[in-house]
Structure formats: C-alpha cells, structure tokens
Nanobody, 132 residues
C-alpha cells in the first residue's frame, strides 16, 4: 500500500527547532514533488514548503522563509522539513503531500491544499506545538 508517514513533531519552546520527516512507502519520490501543509485550530490550511528535487526548485511560504528548510534524501525516499526559530504561530498539525501534476510548484504549494484530490498522497499528520 502506498503511503506517506510523517514523524518528528512534538512540543518545543519558542525559539527552538524541530525536524519533520516524511517517508514514502510503496512508491518513489523520484516521480513526485513533495511538500508540507499545516493546519492550526480555527485557521485555514496553509502551504508551508514544497520541493521538486528533479528540477532543483523549492517553495516557501513567506511566513517561514529564512526559518524553515526543505530537503530530500532520495536514497531514503524521505523528505525533511527543518524548522528553526519556531514561534507559537507555527503550532499546527503538519501534513506531508506528494503530487505529480503539471502545474507550477507554487501553484500546488501556495494554496490551502484544496481540493485534496489535486495531490496524489497525503500523510496522516504530525502535531507541532510551540510554547511561548
């Protein structure tokens, strides 16, 4: 069964760091772009960052530029999101997605993740909580 599994979430104090991992099983990231969305309680889902390793391009939401870094390890079929200088506003459930369409990376990553069918795979989400 093809699936994405996120890990690395947790509770951290403001100013701290976390590294999220998204591992694919049942398919290869070689054929897909991969990204992260997040949803905080009472707020719309937000595209955080995406990467297309083949084209060597990445996208970051303005709210995370300079603090978050997305990277991929093709040998491990895993994508990472290094999150530094975390603040309470980063508290959310973070979801990994994989998509293989023909739109631009920003077109997929700059929205709220809808419709869900636009993306080929979704992970189950990992909670990130940043205390002030």
């Amino acid at each position: 069964e093809a699936q994405l599994v996120e890990s690395g979430g947790g509770l951290v104090q403001a100013g701290g760091s976390l590294r999220l991992s998204c591992a694919a099983s049942g398919f290869s990231f070689d054929d897909y772009s991969v990204g992260w969305f997040r949803q905080a309680p009472g707020r719309d889902s937000e595209g955080v960052s995406c990467i297309n390793d083949s084209d060597r391009i990445s996208y970051y939401a303005e709210s995370v530029k300079g603090r978050f870094t997305i990277s991929s390890d093709n040998a491990k079929n895993t994508v990472y999101l290094q999150m530094n200088s975390l603040g309470p506003e980063d508290t959310a459930v973070y979801y990994c997605v994989a998509f293989g369409g023909h739109l631009s990376l920003s077109a997929y990553c700059s929205g709220d993740g809808s419709p869900r069918g636009l993306y080929d795979y979704w992970g189950q989400g990992t909670q990130v909580t940043v205390s002030s």
